[in-house]
């Protein structure tokens, strides 16, 4: 920013400059062509800067999607985990052989797991 407000009052004061040279001649040809060279200077860093700003906007908006995107797959993933853990308590039963859960335990667990994609 600094470099900036430098190079636009050089720009300012070498156009205000301009009028202490007769029309037509070389020198004023020479110190038009200096403002117009710093001008497109001014113009360039101007436009770096507007896409320094716009390319950090940029990685922030994409990081804050990946953390969303983060947060998303783990609550996904924890509440798949919770489901399972949950229906393997409910299903818990002892029956007379010694098994510990019963085949509609096994067929819930099964569907629950085809559910998230295992």
Same mark, same amino acid.
């Given at each position: 920013?600094?470099?900036e407000t430098l190079l636009r009052d050089r720009v300012e004061k070498d156009i205000d400059g301009l009028d202490t040279f007769e029309l037509?001649?070389?020198e004023r040809s020479a110190a038009v062509e200096d403002v117009v060279k710093?001008?497109?200077r001014l113009i360039e860093l101007k436009k770096?800067?507007?896409s320094e700003v716009q390319t950090e906007k940029q990685m922030r908006e994409?990081?804050?999607k990946q953390i969303v995107k983060y947060a998303f797959d /783990? !609550?996904?993933k924890a509440a798949e985990i919770a489901l399972l853990i949950w229906w393997v308590t409910v299903s818990f039963r002892f029956e007379e052989h010694g098994t510990i859960s019963s085949q509609t335990g096994k067929?819930?667990?099964d569907r629950i797991s085809r559910l /998230? !994609?295992?």
């Open positions: 920013m600094h470099m037509g001649t070389k710093m001008a497109d770096c800067e507007t994409e990081w804050i /783990f !609550g996904l067929k819930g667990s /998230f !994609g295992r």
